[in-house]
């Protein structure tokens, strides 16, 4: 599966309201780090089936940072039943948030 873009609008229903653990990726087009990690949550996208990558654009999507108290980007969120689990704040090796996934009880 590939990533999902997600919306402010889109948000609840996408993330809030999914089944199973989603990973938000809070990003900009601008961001070097951002671009630096997207290849690995594409991969990831398609190698783990438990888990739901989701990317926002902070730009064209403020309120939802806003809201979840965002302030540097990669930002990357595990929502489990509506509910933020897990926080990561800046680019990782695919390998490390692989791990990060597992801690937070997320299977391959």
Do not use: H
């Amino acid at each position: 599966m590939s990533t999902v873009k997600v919306t402010d609008e889109s948000f609840e229903k996408d993330v809030l309201q999914a089944t199973g653990p989603v990973l938000v990726d809070f990003w900009a087009e601008w961001c070097g780090p951002c671009k630096q990690i997207a290849p690995a949550l594409e991969q990831i996208s398609d190698e783990l089936k438990g888990v739901t990558i989701a990317k926002l654009n902070i730009e064209d999507s403020p309120t939802t940072p806003s809201r979840y108290g965002v302030r540097g980007i990669p930002t990357m969120m595990l929502f489990k039943d509506g509910q933020m689990a897990s926080m990561k704040v800046g680019a990782m090796p695919k390998q490390k948030i692989l791990e990060w996934l597992s801690e937070a009880g997320v299977a391959a």
